[in-house]
């Protein structure tokens, strides 16, 4: 049933009775003193938490021109794994399995045919056992493993995936490293920003990481990831489509002796207020905004040593995973681009290591903005990764229907299962 005229207009008058505060030019503005003011570098507690590596500054470049100028990079591979996501069962276990793929430009058969697949298992029931050796399926192509999770029963959903996820996608970037001959984009952020929260959550969560080995192999595999391609001078760089960070918006609300107002929920929200660009027209009901969509605009690289990018930074402890290179080699550097077609903002991210010689650093930014404007989004090669390791929803229901024959237990259903059982996938 569709709302009648009468209740939508109901509903949109409600919007009358609330004052949104600070109108967009002032926004804007307020956008711009914190650029010209606050970044060079953000410091809290009299660390710095954000500085550029080299010249702070927003650049533009036409949407056309940078999508016919010559490659950087001659090929490029891409990585993402897919989950069902988390199902409890009726006996008590809660399951997730995570299925990791590499995609490849030029094309390598072969390679798309790899799948690196891991089940995650927990129950408050200490006496299950499972078997967590590595094995091999389809002709040796793929491995698989099962891993079981300790009694975690508040977070148990979230643990469970999170360690599907990291765990598949690490092991098979790190098995197939070596056919990566330019350019490795992982689809998501450089290392598990989803783990690497963990610790700011709950203390029970906190002691996990520190006592359970799990977590700290999974974040060892990225560091070591990290490692493996700056021996063979390859670079790898992460590709974040929906950043939501808050290291910036956060410090500036922190700050006592600066009288200033953060309206931005996230630093995303900042940023594409810093880089959209247009101009006020009158229109029949005033004045509005309107969007140049002809260029992308971006900014420098910032080195970020805040947040969930701490425990990376020189100064943090990486969960107590041995660096083998000078700890600023694995220190996260990111620059954002922003795409007025879309209206959208991407964070791309990249170890020290790799940003800290200009000549490398303008040539992953040259790419990077070349595959957004050809895709009109994200990069073509993650757009592939992504599809190589997507599970279907019909093949998430069948999966989940085979584990219930498996364990001999229904799936735990609530009402909305059954609500949405009918709707088309």
Same mark, same amino acid.
């Given at each position: 049933?569709?709302? $009648? ?17 600070? $109108? ?24 710095? %938490?954000l ?70 298992v ?24 099962? %891993?079981?999770?300790?009694p975690l ?58 006592? $359970? ?14 490692e ?25 609300? =922190?700050?006592r ?19 959209? !660009?247009?101009?006020? %027209? ?8 309107? !969007?140049?969509?002809?260029?992308l =605009?971006?900014?420098?690289w ?7 990018? !701490? ?9 107590? @995973?041995?660096?083998?290179?000078? !700890?600023?080699?694995?220190? @996260? ?5 922003? $795409?007025?077609?879309d ?77 949405w ?5």
């Open positions: 049933m569709t709302l $009648d005229p009468v209740h939508f207009d109901g509903i949109a008058r409600l919007a009358r009775r609330i004052d949104h505060g600070t $109108d967009e030019r002032d926004r804007r503005a307020l956008a711009e003193t914190v650029w010209e003011a606050f970044l060079d570098p953000l410091r809290h507690d009299e660390r710095s %938490v500085e550029p590596v080299d010249e702070q500054a927003r650049r533009l470049v036409d949407c056309e021109g940078v999508a016919l100028r010559d490659r950087e990079f001659p090929s490029e591979h891409g990585l993402d794994a897919g989950t069902i996501n988390p199902t409890t069962f009726k006996n008590g276990l809660v399951v997730d399995i995570a299925q990791a793929a590499m995609s490849a430009t030029p094309s390598d058969l072969d390679l798309h045919r790899s799948r690196t697949t891991v089940m995650t927990h129950s408050n029931d200490e006496t299950m056992m499972v078997d967590e050796t590595w094995g091999t399926f389809d002709a040796g192509y793929s491995q698989s493993r099962a %891993v079981k999770i300790p029963p508040r977070f148990a959903e979230g643990v469970v995936h999170a360690l599907a996820l990291y765990l598949a996608e690490s092991k098979h970037a790190r098995d197939h490293a070596d056919t990566v001959s330019d350019l490795l984009v992982l689809d998501g952020p450089l290392y598990p920003r989803g783990l690497l929260r963990w610790a700011d959550q709950h203390p029970d969560l906190a002691d996990f990481l520190l006592e $359970d080995p799990r977590p700290t192999t999974v974040l060892e595999n990225y560091v070591r990831l990290v493996d391609f700056v021996e063979r001078d390859v670079p790898l760089v992460g590709f974040v489509k929906n950043p939501a960070t808050r290291v910036l918006t956060r410090t500036l609300q =922190s700050k002796d600066v009288d200033i107002s953060v309206p931005w929920s996230d630093d995303s929200a900042l940023f594409t207020r810093l880089l959209e !660009r247009g101009e006020y %027209v009158d229109d029949v009901d005033g004045e509005r905004w309107e !969007r140049d969509t002809s260029s =605009s971006y900014t420098n910032f080195r970020s040593r805040g947040g969930v990018d !701490r425990p990376l930074s020189a100064e943090g402890d990486a969960l107590g @995973v041995e660096r083998r290179l000078d !700890r600023e080699a694995y220190e @996260v550097t990111f620059f954002v681009i922003y $795409d007025p077609r209206d959208l903002l991407y964070r791309i991210e990249a170890p020290y290591a790799f940003t800290r010689d200009p000549e490398r650093r303008e040539r992953l930014t040259m790419q990077l903005l070349q595959d957004v404007a050809i895709a009109h989004g994200p990069p073509t090669i993650v757009a592939k990764a992504d599809e190589l390791a997507r599970i279907s929803n019909s093949e998430k229901a069948s999966l989940r229907e085979t584990l219930e024959e498996r364990f001999d237990a229904a799936q735990d259903r609530t009402y909305d299962d059954h609500r059982d009918d709707q088309p996938y």
